[in-house]
Nanobody
Framework: QVQLSESGGGSVQTGGSLRLSCVAS????????FGWFRQAPGKEREFVAA????????AYADSVKGRFTISKHNAENTVYLQMSALKPEDTAVYYC???????????????????WGQGTQVTVSS
């Protein structure tokens, strides 16, 4: 049974930082591409960042580029999202997702991912 478990969310002020973690179990970690998505109240789920399975190539939404960094630690089966210079518009529930066979053109598409975590809340106050 595949499980993705996020942690690290919380409340910070504008300009602050948080690091989200996603621990994966029940899958061959190095064979999967991982992504982070977020959903704010009343809005659709949107792509944040992704890291491909082999080579570790990354992709970011324009809104977070230069402020967020996605990384993974294969030995720990963990994916991270380091978030810096946080803004109130970053407030959302953040979800970790994983999938196989994703290509560059599908990294930003939520339906391309097979497994999802339960989400962790990030709140940025002004």
């Amino acid at each position: 049974q595949v499980q993705l478990s996020e942690s690290g969310g919380g409340s910070v002020q504008t300009g602050g930082s948080l690091r989200l973690s996603c621990v994966a179990s029940g899958l061959s970690f190095s064979s999967y591409t991982f992504g982070w998505f977020r959903q704010a109240p009343g809005k659709e789920r949107e792509f944040v960042a992704a890291i491909k399975r082999y080579g570790g190539n990354t992709a970011y939404a324009d809104s977070v580029k230069g402020r967020f960094t996605i990384s993974k630690h294969n030995a720990e089966n963990t994916v991270y999202l380091q978030m810096s210079a946080l803004k109130p518009e970053d407030t959302a529930v953040y979800y970790c997702a994983s999938g196989m066979g994703l290509i560059t053109s599908t990294l930003r598409i939520s339906t391309a991912y097979n497994y999802w975590g339960q989400g962790t809340q990030v709140t940025v106050s002004s």
